[in-house]
């Protein structure tokens, strides 16, 4: 049985994510097309060059860019906060404990309505260019919520990450200790089997340095491996944290001391901002531009969750990226595929390479510059996920 191939033609400008194929760290190809077989991409380049396809599909002069790999979100979750979000911007300042609101919904939510929920959201953020995501649980905090949210979570997606140290429980909010031993023990044992990554909120109100790093290598003797919030709120152990665990990302970094710059500029695990959740807080934006220039790995994501960063819009992050944490477009771009691709630890997505999983964007722009150019226009024109146009 023969695979289909479908080249893709009259492109204007064709991010690859890779320097080889064109120019500069976008290895941009102008006046360009690509052919997909099946699932991955065949052929990327000049369009003068095609092969022969089966079957063409015309871009019209838009822009070609890979999908967006969305590292970091919370979508298992029932209800919204709709009113802490009305008090937020009358002046209240956002604390962690707002996660109990949301534990609360999502406990009393059927199987079948925490199914459509994220469902929803994930066809909302696919019809944005998002290709492929990470989601967490968190909004449980008992065994059979945390595990019943991965099961439902790995029925959508590969990136699968136990937070079941999100917050302390409501249920042991006078004994943490009993709750990290609840989630080291028994809930780990239940969530294990259905995840990949094992998460921690290491911040004031949540989980200190030593309950997070207990919390982290117990996962990591399980076969997940680590990420880390880190240093959204505060300065804190996080960062720190993350890079000795050899942790794939550290997310958030809003407050970083010299030492979590350069601690993370020399290691392996990447910094992923989440520009949604400033905006949501009104709080200061991560410094990109400092991590850049220090040579760290970055990427964006979304943190698209009920009650700090309600937005499953990667363009949108973009927007406020270039706005006002000091990347420039490309770097933005590179940090919401690429960069996020790196965030896990993936080398199949996030660029449009031979090889690569065909995952791709049509935008209705000449340039992917647009996506910051233009913020909150809906741009986002064509969808390509695994070989199949699903926009």
Known sequence: MTTTTTAIT????????????????????EDAALVLEGETVAWVGPAAKAPQADETYDAEG??????????HSHLLFAGDRTKEF???????????????????????????????????????????????FETKSGYGLT??????????????????????????SPDLADDPAAYVALV????????????????VFCEKGAFDGDQARAILTAGKAKGLHP?????????????QLAVELDAASADHCTHLTDADVDALANSGTVATLLPGAEFSTRAE???????????????LSTDCNPGSSFTSSVPFCIALAVRDMGMTPDEALWAATAGGAAALRRTDVGRLTPGARADLALLDAPSHVHLA???GVPLVSGVWRRGTRVR
């Open 62 to 71: 838009r822009a070609a860019i890979p999908g967006f790999v969305d590292s």
């Open 285 to 299: 934006w991560p410094d990109a531009r400092r991590l850049l220039d220090a040579g760290a790995t970055v990427a």
């Open 86 to 132: 009305n008090a937020r911007m009358e002046g209240r300042p956002y604390e962690a404990g707002g996660i109990r609101t949301t534990v609360a919904a999502t406990r009393a939510a059927t199987d079948a309505e925490l199914e459509a929920n994220v469902t929803h959201y994930l066809r909302e953020a696919l019809l944005q260019g998002t290709t492929t």
């Open 184 to 199: 080291t023990g028994e809930m780990l044992d239940a969530c294990a089997p259905h995840a990949r990554w094992v998460d």
């Open 143 to 168: 065994t059979e919520d945390e595990s019943r949210a991965l099961r439902i979570a790995a029925r959508h997606t590969d990136e699968v990450t136990f937070l079941g140290a999100h917050i302390v």
């Open 10 to 29: 009259n492109i204007p400008s064709l991010v690859t994510n890779d320097p080889a194929l064109g120019e500069g760290p976008l290895g941009l190809v």
């Open 227 to 239: 990420r880390v919030h880190a240093n959204q709120l505060s300065y804190g152990p996080g960062v």
């Open 373 to 375: 150019y233009r913020p």
